[in-house]
């Protein structure tokens, strides 16, 4: 049975991009760093002590590390049980679509629209439009905010008046929350699948549904019913490769939601990583012949990176490390599982914005040893060769 499960650790780069400074992240390492902190007793809160990751550890996830950032790989390069390496991105994002279209094969052919301003982020226009689909006099955020936060600030009022919570990040997207009962799923969804197009236009990466329940600010909760109404990638992907020469492709997490539901077979969701994990098992005992599992696991990267939690971070890179130990276990001779990230987000760097880094590239099955320096879109081509589908993205199989 020969499958391929790519899984995402969304965020756990692993330092060294050569453009780094271009984006004003030179020396971001998420994976160093909360190693380092954790060495030095900083990560204290629900853990202790070193991290704690030996499945990530035997697959060469540190030889990784050092292959990233020019430093001359240990001896433990030797006793690797997979292939390791470190990717380096070609799109001039830092963002999920980037990381991930490229991963499949399409590195991104423009540049993203970003809304800069901290406050007052959109103009004029752009807020009569988005009122004028909404049906509303004005909108509430026109900032950059965090989605907890901003509910918190802003739940009630919305509550009141049914005016949209409209808000940004660093990252090229245009989110509005709204409660799932006063305001409505379905309207929700309506409005940002209406307003996508008019983004889409200005290369906005995303328009994403952030809903969210509660009474008050004491307990407002965002609800698992997000979603991405995301850009098309600008040429097939992987994803469409693969379906298109008549093989299933599960996305499991928010991956439909990054390829915009193209190329994708079968959808499998959950309100948290612990569910995607569990689909996750089930794939590898069930998925058919064939098939390739594409998962993204993100709440390292919305839970802990973007809120700058260290031992959070660390905390979740030993869960998932636990939990990868069973998936492992569990699979076929020709089974492969690739383990890698779409960005980084230093927990450790100012900011709440994603780093750009490279990111590690760890293989069990097929191998054993380093692969080296290569491309993300290395790794699409490669799993189109080991599934051997016919393939026109970009990228040159590792495999020797």
Known sequence: MRRVFLVIMDSVGCGGAPDAADFNDQGANTLGHIIEQCELGNCEKGRSGSLNIPNLDSLGIREAIRLANGLMISNNANKATGLF????????????????????????????????????????????????????????????????????????????????????????????????????????????ENLAPFFHNMKVGRVIARPFVGTNRDNFTRTENRKDFAIDPPSLTLCDYIK????????????????????????????????????????????????????????FDSEYGHRRDVAGYARALEWFDAELGGVLSQLSSEDIVIITADHGNDPTWPGTDHTRERVPVLIKGNGIGSIGLISFSDVGASIASYLDVPYNGEGTSFWK
């Open 85 to 192: 390496g470190a990717a380096t991105e070609m799109s001039k994002g830092k963002d999920t679509p980037s990381g991930h279209w490229e991963l499949a094969g399409v590195p991104v052919p423009w540049d993203w629209h970003f809304f800069k301003n901290k406050t007052e982020s959109f103009s004029d226009s752009i807020i009569k439009y988005v009122c004028d689909v909404a049906n509303v006099p004005r909108i509430l955020g026109n900032c950059h905010a965090s989605g907890t936060e901003i509910i918190d600030r802003l739940g009630e009022e919305h509550m009141l008046n049914g005016q949209p919570i409209c808000y940004t990040s660093s990252d090229s997207v245009f989110q509005i929350a709204a409660h799932e009962s006063t305001y409505g799923l379905d309207r929700l969804y309506k409005l940002c």
């Open 244 to 299: 298109n020469d008549n093989r299933t492709v599960y996305a499991v997490g928010k991956i439909n939601d990054i390829f915009s539901g193209k190329g994708i077979s079968n959808v499998l969701k959950g309100k948290n990583d612990q569910d995607l994990m569990t689909h996750l098992l089930k794939q590898v005992q069930c998925a058919d012949d064939g098939s390739f599992i594409f998962a993204n696991f993100v709440e």
